[in-house]
T-cell receptor
Framework: AQKVTQAQTEISVVEKEDVTLDCVYE???????LFWYKQPPSGELVFLIR??????QNEISGRYSWNFQKSTSSFNFTITASQVVDSAVYFC???????????FGKGTRLSVIA | SAVISQKPSRDICQRGTSLTIQCQVD?????MFWYRQQPGQSLTLIAT?????????ESGFVIDKFPISRPNLTFSTLTVSNMSPEDSSIYLC?????????????????FGPGTRLTVL
């Protein structure tokens, strides 16, 4: 069975601080796909990144960066110099091959205080 | 990525009534999904809706309670039937397009803006 754990329920930081959101996943499949989504207060779910299991290269996109480590089954998300607009619930998700459903973690609520 | 719209964006309904939520995509997509997000919770998949076939429901969800239609490759509806306050949730439509030669089930899922339902 697939499982995604986001141990941090809520995080609060002051603007301009760096923050890392943790994501640990479980799967027995060798081929799988990891995702991060952002859900602002308005409710829509915004896709941030998709990473394949055979691509461990870390990725940076502006103030966002992702650290994928298969050895620890983790796919952590770091926001550098956080801003108030980063305040949202962030979901990590996992999907294995074979047309299986997307499995979400419980989410981490990030509050950035000005 | 596909642009997805949902109607209504929010509604307040009385117990025992039904609400049909529409999901419209600006391009043809193979797979459409319906999720439920109860207050303060994560997302749970209700069903997968593929055009030309019956929807596939996840454990805990039944067609009588959540009938789904998928008449074409750009549109789907989810009905929440005989509602109770426990049905108060955000309902999200999601799409995946594997038509660009990728394997089914490996592409990214994009989500609509959601329908915020409150049942009194």
């Amino acid at each position: 069975a697939q499982k995604v754990t986001q141990a941090q329920t809520e995080i609060s930081v002051v603007e301009k601080e760096d923050v890392t959101l943790d994501c640990v996943y479980e799967t027995r499949d060798t081929t799988y796909y990891l995702f991060w989504y952002k859900q602002p207060p308005s409710g829509e779910l915004v896709f941030l990144i998709r990473r394949n299991s055979f691509d461990e290269q870390n990725e940076i996109s502006g103030r966002y960066s992702w650290n994928f480590q298969k050895s620890t089954s983790s796919f952590n998300f770091t926001i550098t110099a956080s801003q108030v607009v980063d305040s949202a619930v962030y979901f990590c998700a996992l999907r294995t091959s074979g047309n299986t459903p997307l499995v979400f973690g419980k989410g981490t609520r990030l509050s950035v205080i000005a | 990525s596909a642009v997805i719209s949902q109607k209504p964006s929010r509604d307040i309904c009385q117990r025992g009534t039904s609400l049909t939520i529409q999901c419209q995509v600006d391009s043809q997509v193979t797979m459409m999904f319906w999720y439920r997000q109860q207050p303060g919770q994560s997302l749970t998949l209700i069903a997968t809706a593929n055009q030309g076939s019956e929807a596939t429901y996840e454990s805990g969800f039944v067609i009588d309670k959540f009938p789904i239609s998928r008449p074409n490759l750009t549109f789907s509806t989810l009905t929440v039937s005989n509602m109770s306050p426990e049905d108060s949730s955000i309902y999200l439509c999601s799409v995946e397009d594997h038509g660009r030669g990728k394997l089914l089930g490996t592409d990214t899922q994009y989500f609509g803006p959601g329908t915020r339902l409150t049942v009194l």
